[in-house]
């Protein structure tokens, strides 16, 4: 049997998921417990005091038809209205319909039907709907009609539903304080769940491991893991950095030997090979640097766009550029602003070397930022559009059939600034300009 449908129906939290756990059995237990009271106890005592009831009835119904005159008979009813509780009226010449009147939710009143219909072997007409709680009872006898009104608590339990009432306060305390016991428990995982996921956008929030020992383990393990990443990125840009002190150094003097010499085709030539190797070496270090030592902050995306653009118009060419936001009262984002425009001047470097019109798009949504860069380009083959993303991969057939290209680190420098900040890279066919299409995402 299939029950996945119910999983479309279930809380998605592990707060809802928690007290669903808890209130599922109470509300359980509060449904066979309200049954078995109503079916065993209610209808139980309310049958038991009907049949005493209907004895008394067929008392007095059976002295009447004894007696010689109708005087007696109603000086019989009237000696027994105090005794049984109960108003006795005689009316001569009438009959009894069978019918019997109750309201559709009178549970008891079904019990004090089907009880005195079963022990008065006589025709009656029961009228549950009368004011101020009285039963009415018309029995046939030889004389006529023998009319019994009775107070209900007669013939069924007073305030039964006190103990009803009782049991659902009780629940609802009772799932209130779980509620809440619940909400501490959950808040700390909760908690968790933020600082890790802001740690994959590339954002250290505070936290302070607190709840259950097996929650703060958890936050314990995060925090250090945490801290070993952190360790290893700036050990790395340590390193880095040093390095390139170390190798820029001797191609500085490798430079100056060489103005020094005498010009010629082979002096040109090494000449063209140190400045390849300087910038493999930058391309490098930026890739490797990545955006490790910038901190997050909350900027306007189109005014970043905006200066991106005009910085990359400055060689004269014409860039069209659009922004779109869905968000008005949500117009900032929090980001590494350095390492966005210099993914975004990469993949404007890169559209305007090989296409002659670019198109820059920017998207700000409730969930997410897009920057869609679009040119006339000759594209990237699908085939090579995952490897374009990795780092050192040239793609000489498509995007560098003028042999000059880089060192194969824009696109890889693009999609480790995506990443850094929790999104990604899309490349795909452009079908307005016709040429490669880039989405670089990020969530907010």
Not at 347 to 374: C, D, F, Q
Request: charged letters at 20%; proline letters at 4%; one cysteine or more.
């Amino acid at each position: 049997m299939n029950f996945q449908w119910i999983k479309s129906y279930m809380p998605r939290s592990l707060f809802g998921r928690s007290l669903l756990m808890i209130l599922f059995p109470i509300v359980v237990l509060q449904l066979v417990v309200g049954f078995v009271f109503i079916q065993r106890h209610y209808a139980q005592v309310t049958t038991q005091m009907a049949s005493s009831v209907a004895l008394e009835l067929n008392y007095a119904a059976d002295l009447i038809e004894e007696v010689d005159s109708v005087e007696e008979a109603r000086a019989v009813l009237i000696s027994l209205e105090h005794p049984f509780n109960i108003e006795l009226r005689l009316d001569l010449g009438e009959t009894v319909p069978p019918t019997t009147r109750f309201y559709f939710y009178d549970v008891s009143g079904r019990a004090l039907i089907k009880s005195l219909r079963g022990d008065i072997d006589r025709t009656i007409s029961i009228d549950l709907t009368k004011a101020n709680r009285v039963v009415e009872v018309k029995i046939q006898t030889v004389l006529g009609v023998l009319s019994a009104n009775l107070p209900r608590g007669r013939v069924s339990a007073r305030n039964p539903h006190q103990l009803l009432l009782w049991m659902l306060l009780t629940a609802i305390i009772l799932s209130i304080i779980s509620a809440l016991f619940l909400r501490n428990q959950v808040r700390p995982i909760r908690r968790l769940a933020e600082a890790s996921e802001a740690f994959g956008k590339g954002r250290v929030m505070p936290l302070h491991p607190t709840g259950a020992t097996e929650v703060r383990r958890a936050g314990i393990s995060f925090l250090a893991m945490r801290g070993r990443l952190e360790r290893q990125i700036e050990q790395r840009t340590q390193l880095l950095s040093s390095v390139s002190h170390d190798l820029r150094t001797p191609l500085t003097r490798l430079k100056l030997s060489l103005e020094l010499m005498e010009e010629g085709e082979e002096v040109q030539h090494m000449q063209q090979d140190v400045e390849d190797m300087e910038q493999m070496l930058n391309g490098f270090l930026s890739f490797a640097r990545g955006d490790s030592l910038e901190d997050t902050v909350t900027v306007n995306p189109q005014l970043l766009l905006d200066k991106v653009v005009a910085n990359c118009q400055r060689s004269g060419r014409d860039i069209q550029f659009e922004f779109s936001n869905k968000t008005p009262k949500l117009s900032n984002i929090a980001l590494r602003s350095g390492a966005v425009s210099r993914a975004v001047t990469n993949l404007l470097t890169n559209a305007l070397k090989y296409g002659e019109v670019v198109a820059l798009s920017g998207i700000l949504s409730e969930r997410s930022l897009k920057v869609i860069v679009e040119d006339n380009g000759p594209g990237i083959p699908k085939a090579e559009r995952k490897n374009a993303l990795k780092p050192f991969v040239r793609l000489d057939q498509s995007r560098n059939q003028d042999n000059s290209g880089g060192v194969g680190l824009g696109l890889a420098i693009v999609a480790d600034v995506a990443r850094s900040h929790g999104g990604i890279v899309q490349l795909s066919d452009s079908n307005k300009l016709g040429g490669l299409k880039v989405i670089f995402t990020i969530p907010r």
